[in-house]
């Protein structure tokens, strides 16, 4: 699940995560703790959309406007942004509303951007998304295929960038999810209960620790977090350098194929993730260690569910992957 998380930081395209598993076992903590690693980004300073100056295709329409008309843009810096969208959201606090009463009174586009432009090249967090409305889910779907968010009310229409990281958790006791939205996610972690009763009681002992003190639970792991950090910041900029060999692009596909995965989806995010893992190991080039790290997770929730299969899915990707890897 963390190694799934780092990447999706390192590479945005890879295409988020769904983390599924037994309740308590800390999936929402996890995410919710992606924050304090995110890397800064660049920013036009006062804009809804957090559009990057350098970029086009992730502006806002006014801060587009302004760069055809050659205005110098304020820029800043600010952390990657998460935003967690509620399971009780309404569809217009999602994607945004638009103002009728002044579009009509004063003839201008009043437009109050949602969550959807306020995740914007950041990170949107759906906890328990196997509840979330069907109606909610297509809005998303239909975000994340394109990078944008249309708005359409009473005759106008209103348009922004929306590009994030999608990251979902749930219990599968609760239900399943439709194959059209796990086929969007770009990996798939699945999360058991410790059964170790060593490493239970360590977990029991360091949450009374952080309840008794936050500050100094914090500071006790501040080296390692800055450590981490600063490899996510060096993969990061390292990840466009890294080779991966056309002989390992063949051997994937080949995998992707003798398992019947549709779509090409899962030959695309493998490729990118065993990229993004080489970068974070500071390294620039693949090896097939990288992805057999990566496989299980970007195509196990791709199999055509057999109801009589007894096996992990994970598992058949790996048994498949050793007999065409050997």
């Not at 993969?235 to 056309?246: E, K, N, T």
């Not at 500071?282 to 299980?296: F, K, L, S």
Request: hydrophobic residues 40%; aromatic residues 4%.
């Amino acid at each position: 699940m963390k190694l799934c998380l780092l990447l999706n930081v390192i590479d945005p395209k890879i295409g988020g995560v769904m983390i599924m598993g037994d309740r308590g076992t800390g999936k929402s903590t996890t995410v919710r703790s992606l924050v304090d690693l995110l890397p800064e980004i660049k920013v036009v300073f006062g804009d809804p959309y957090n559009s990057d100056p350098e970029d086009p295709e992730s502006m806002g329409i006014e801060v587009r406007e302004k760069v055809t008309k050659g205005e110098e843009l304020m820029i800043t810096m600010i952390k990657i942004n998460m935003v967690d969208l509620p399971l009780g959201a309404t569809e217009d606090r999602v994607c945004g509303t638009i103002d009728i009463e002044k579009a009509l009174t004063e003839g201008v586009k009043a437009f109050e951007p949602g969550l959807l432009a306020k995740a914007n090249r950041g990170i949107l967090y759906v906890d328990e998304v196997n509840l979330l409305d069907d109606h909610l889910v297509d809005v998303l779907l239909d975000s994340a295929a394109s990078g944008w968010n249309t708005v359409e009310r009473e005759g106008i229409s209103i348009s922004h960038p929306a590009r994030f990281i999608l990251i979902g958790s749930g219990n599968p006791e609760e239900g399943e999810l439709r194959p059209q939205l796990l086929d969007r996610f770009g990996m798939h972690a699945q999360v058991g209960t410790v059964r170790d009763a060593e490493l239970r009681v360590k977990i029991v002992e360091e949450r009374a620790r952080f309840d008794k003190n936050p500050k100094e639970f914090r500071d006790s792991y501040k080296a390692e977090q800055e450590k981490l950090q600063q490899q996510i910041a060096s993969a990061r900029s390292s990840l466009s350098s890294v080779q991966i060999d056309r002989d390992l692009k063949v051997k994937i596909s080949r995998v992707c194929a003798e398992l019947n995965v549709d779509g090409l989806r899962g030959d695309i995010v493998t490729n990118r993730a065993a990229k993004a893992l080489a970068a974070l190991k500071g390294r620039d080039c693949v090896t097939a260690e990288d992805i057999a790290t990566v496989i299980p997770n970007c195509l196990r929730h791709r199999l055509r569910k057999d109801p009589l299969e007894s096996i992990d899915s994970g598992l058949l990707v790996i048994e498949k992957f050793y007999e065409v890897f050997s």
